[in-house]
């Protein structure tokens, strides 16, 4: 945090991404986190790759307007998802075996 200019008493809680993903790379990215949790005591947050990546778009100075339909298509996997006005998300659909970005 220091290069950002930041300090751990700024910080409210930890977020880590729990999947979808390859499980390799979440095992290291929850251990940190967990351990990053524990040693801070800030609660450990929990975070869906595919809503963050819709979530993303939501916190820009240009935000669209919502309710809104977003569609991701990544390199594994494709959703589509409506996201409330108070930031509710629900599933609407997405690939089961195979991802369009394949």
């Known amino acids: 945090l220091s290069p950002l200019g930041g300090e751990w008493d700024e910080v409210d809680a ?8 390859l499980v ?3 095992l290291a990215g929850l251990s940190y986190a967990k351990g990053l949790s524990l040693a801070s005591g ?3 947050i929990g975070i ?7 979530s993303s778009a939501l916190i820009s100075e240009e935000c669209p307007p919502q309710p809104l339909v977003a569609l991701v298509v ?3 996997h494709t959703i589509l998802a409506l996201v409330e006005d108070d930031g509710g998300f629900e599933l609407l ?3 089961r075996d195979d991802a369009c970005g394949e």
């Open 42 to 44: 800030k609660p450990l």
């Open 14 to 21: 930890v977020a880590v991404t729990y999947g979808p993903g």
């Open 74 to 76: 990544s390199g594994g």
């Open 93 to 95: 659909g997405g690939t």
């Open 48 to 54: 869906n790759h595919l809503e963050a990546h819709v």
């Open 24 to 26: 390799g790379s979440l």
